[in-house]
Each structure stands twice: as C-alpha cells, then as structure tokens.
C-alpha cells in the first residue's frame, strides 16, 4: 500500500457518522443492499458517501470490475463494481485494505449516487 495522505496532511478531515436507520441501495427494478449499519463518509471538499457492510450487499446483483482501480491517498486503493448489464459502468467501490484514520469504511462498499438510489 502507499503511504498515507495523513502523513503529509494530518489535518486532512474525513469523518464516520453510523446511520443507525435503514439505509437502502437500489436500481429502479431492483434492491442492492439494505442494513441497520450504514455509515456517512463525510470528507472535506466532497460530497457525504454512505457505506454499506458488505454483507448487507446483494454481490448477485453486481460484477466485479477487477482491472479498474484507483488510488485516494486518505483511503487507499479502491476496486469496483458494475452492474450485469453495463459492466464497464462503476456503480460501486471499496477499499479492501483502508489507512488506520478511516478503519471504519472497511469491508463496507458505497455507491454512486447518480447511478444507484441510496434512501434512508
């Protein structure tokens, strides 16, 4: 992995606020996730980004896109997701290995929400 953001930007804010309602993910035919354990990615100078328990994820109802992936150097590298019938169009990613400041979004996978519907 590469180094941290943190350790040239400490001051760099990405906040973690649990959604302790149902939360919801879906396609106009279709519901992708749902939980109780939904968490707010609140990162300066960006949209709120909800991340779903990926046990709470539909995985059927995705593909796995395994050569795209990005780099965010407060995250860590990121892999994606589309669905079945537009498989080189991200509608999901995760950070399978996360920096320590943001443990809590990992294993957890978030949407796009122009592409997918995320409801509380």
């Known amino acids: 992995m590469r180094p941290s953001g943190y350790?040239?930007?400490?001051?760099?804010?990405?906040d973690l606020v649990p959604l302790p309602v149902v939360v919801q993910a879906r396609t106009p035919s279709r519901l992708i996730a749902a939980?109780?354990?939904?968490?707010r990615l609140d990162e300066q100078n960006h949209e709120p980004v909800v991340y779903f328990p990926s046990a709470s994820v539909d995985l059927t109802?995705?593909?796995?896109?395994?050569?795209?992936?990005?780099?965010?150097p407060y995250k860590g590298e990121a892999r994606y997701w589309a669905l079945p019938e537009a498989p080189d169009v991200p509608?999901?990613?995760s950070y399978?290995?996360?920096?320590p400041?943001?443990?809590?979004?990992a294993g957890m996978i978030a949407f796009y929400a122009?592409?997918?519907?995320?409801?509380?």
């Open 7 to 14: 350790l040239t930007r400490p001051d760099y804010r990405i």
């Open 96 to 99: 399978p290995e996360v920096y």
């Open 91 to 93: 509608v999901a990613w």
């Open 114 to 120: 122009e592409r997918i519907e995320v409801s509380l």
């Open 61 to 72: 109802a995705l593909v796995p896109m395994p050569g795209r992936t990005t780099h965010c």
């Open 101 to 105: 400041e943001v443990a809590g979004i």
């Open 35 to 39: 939980t109780r354990h939904a968490v």
